[in-house]
T-cell receptor, first 112, second 114 residues
Framework: GENVGLHLPTLSVQEGDNSIINCAYS??????FIWYKQESGKGPQFIID?????DKRQGQRVTVLLNKTVKHLSLQIAATQPGDSAVYFC???????????FGRGTSLIVHP | EPEVTQTPSHQVTQMGQEVILRCVPI?????FYWYRQILGQKVEFLVS????????KSEIFDDQFSVERPDGSNFTLKIRSTKLEDSAMYFC????????????FGAGTRLSVL
């Protein structure tokens, strides 16, 4: 069936490095994608989103890249900080409705 | 910054009992959602609510579940007869616009069914 998945369950980086978290999706009807951050004991927090008519969107220290050809989504975090340590989820919203499908999550660990 | 608040933070109940999870969405938001996350698993959509009615629901949201907006501020999720497999974190979220709007999540209620 259609699903959203993540390539790497855990990513460890040094403070100051750039981080890249990947996500694969298989629903070609999806036209809206979101990255969430979830810190321990908290609910998901919106980071950045992108629509399928774009291939790149930048926020503050974060960039989302969308490759529709291979159905791949990535989140780049520049100059990673210890406060970025969290689980990162991607989610997709199929066209016509908004019932989001979440990926399993990648745990980002930032070492000082 | 306005936030979505959920109570209680942890609810322990016996199997077969009814529970009501409470949420206060952000005041000017119009769309409300419930999600659940079983320990170690993905966040799963349960239901969306707009204009005092359910707009979409998932297969998980069966007859044991119901939602209500009893007044102008609260949004509740009721589970009529809890099962062991209902144990999970339940997140409430709200946003101003349904598609393309940022959903703001509460910190969640941990439901433990014994």
């Amino acid at each position: 069936g259609e699903n959203v998945g993540l390539h790497l369950p855990t990513l460890s980086v040094q403070e100051g490095d750039n981080s890249i978290i990947n996500c694969a999706y298989s629903n070609s009807a999806s036209d809206y994608f979101i990255w969430y951050k979830q810190e321990s004991g908290k609910g998901p927090q919106f980071i950045i989103d992108i629509r399928s008519n774009m291939d790149k969107r930048q926020g503050q220290r974060v960039t989302v890249l969308l490759n529709k050809t291979v159905k791949h989504l990535s989140l780049q975090i520049a100059a990673t900080q210890p406060g970025d340590s969290a689980v990162y989820f991607c989610a997709e919203g199929p066209g016509g409705s908004y019932i989001p499908t979440f990926g399993r999550g990648t745990s980002l660990i930032v070492h000082p | 910054e306005p936030e979505v608040t959920q109570t209680p933070s942890h609810q322990v109940t016996q199997m077969g009992q009814e529970v009501i999870l409470r949420c206060v969405p952000i005041s000017n938001h119009l769309y409300f959602y419930w999600y659940r996350q079983i320990l170690g698993q993905k966040v799963e959509f349960l239901v969306s609510f707009y204009n005092n009615e359910i707009s979409e629901k998932s297969e998980i949201f069966d007859d044991q579940f119901s939602v209500e907006r009893p007044d102008g501020s609260n949004f509740t999720l009721k589970i009529r007869s809890t099962k062991l497999e209902d144990s999970a974190m339940y997140f409430c979220a709200s946003n101003q616009a349904d598609r393309g709007g940022i959903q703001y999540f509460g910190a969640g209620t941990r439901l433990s069914v014994l």
